[in-house]
């Protein structure tokens, strides 16, 4: 779970991107539905948690 401020939301017909700004400086983006993110009343400043679900997160390096 991170914790950061919502910098940007583009709202398509159905989903919504929304950009999430970390403490640091690093950007996180997440996919919901236009309907969530209207519930959430998400708003550009609005503080928000990012929690991320995966069974598995794959690394590469040059």
Not at 14 to 36: C, F, H, R
């Amino acid at each position: 779970m991170l914790k950061g401020k919502v910098k940007r939301i583009v709202h398509g017909s159905v989903n919504s991107e929304v950009a999430v700004e970390l403490p640091g400086g690093m950007e996180i983006t997440s996919i919901i539905t236009k309907n969530s993110a209207e519930n959430l009343g998400l708003k550009e400043g609005h503080e928000v948690y990012a929690v991320i679900k995966a069974t598995s997160v794959m690394l590469a390096s040059d």
